[in-house]
């Protein structure tokens, strides 16, 4: 069974960082790309940033371009996000995703909430 | 970046009722794909390349469409289907999702 389990969220001050992680399990990881979503409270969904089997490529969304950064450790199965210069405007569950065949979202985990508040 | 426009924003649908949810790209797209989100849920993959259902979703369900126009439809609305629905395409990067149509059950 595929399994996205994101851990790391939590309550910030504005202007700190905060690192999100995503142990993935039930299929090859290093065979995906990764990607995260955030779902601000009562919102849509938004496209944050994805990442190729390897890691040699990364792609950001204009939001948090130069303060995000998506990175994995293919030997843990784990895909992270570090998140600096945080904003309140960032508050949002974030999510992990498999990317299948077409770009296609076909696997979600259960979302680490960061809340970004003095 | 391709802008998705769902229509209805919100809509309510009684037992049996044939749904039909939209999605229209600002600019031609080569496929769509089409999450389920329950409240307090993960989004759920649904319809994807356009027209294939995911693993276990009902085949009352069906996607169509082409270029800038896409759609969803549920043949005979049930109490389970009462969620939200985003399309979303990656065609183009950035990938990018509409804004989600709320259908709810009358």
């Known amino acids: 069974e595929v399994q996205l389990v994101e851990s790391g969220g939590g309550l910030v001050q504005p202007g700190r960082s905060m690192k999100l992680s995503c142990a993935a399990s039930?299929?090859?990881?290093?065979?995906?790309?990764m990607a995260w979503v955030r779902q601000a409270p009562k919102k849509g969904l938004e496209w944050v940033a994805s990442i190729s089997y390897e890691g040699s490529s990364t792609y950001y969304g204009d939001s948090v371009k130069g303060r995000f950064t998506i990175s994995r450790d293919n030997a843990k199965s784990t895909l992270y996000l570090q998140m600096n210069s945080l904003r309140s405007e960032d508050t949002a569950t974030y999510y992990c995703?498999?990317?299948?065949?077409?770009?296609?979202?076909?696997?979600w985990g259960q979302g680490a909430s960061v809340t970004v508040s003095s | 970046e391709i802008v998705l426009t769902q229509s209805p924003t919100t809509m309510a649908a009684s037992p049996g009722e044939k749904v039909t949810l939209t999605c229209r790209a600002s600019s031609s797209v080569s496929y769509m794909h089409w999450y389920q989100q329950k409240s307090g849920a993960s989004p759920k993959l649904w319809i994807y390349d356009t027209s294939n259902r995911a693993s276990g979703v009902p085949n009352r369900f069906s996607g169509s469409g082409s270029g800038t126009s896409y759609s969803l439809t549920i043949s005979s609305m049930e109490t389970e289907d009462a969620a939200t629905y985003y399309c979303q395409q990656w065609s183009s990067n950035p990938p990018t999702f509409g804004g989600g149509t709320k259908l709810e059950l009358k």
């Open positions: 995703a498999r990317v299948g065949y077409d770009y296609v979202m076909d696997a």
């Open positions: 039930g299929f090859t990881f290093s065979d995906y790309y």
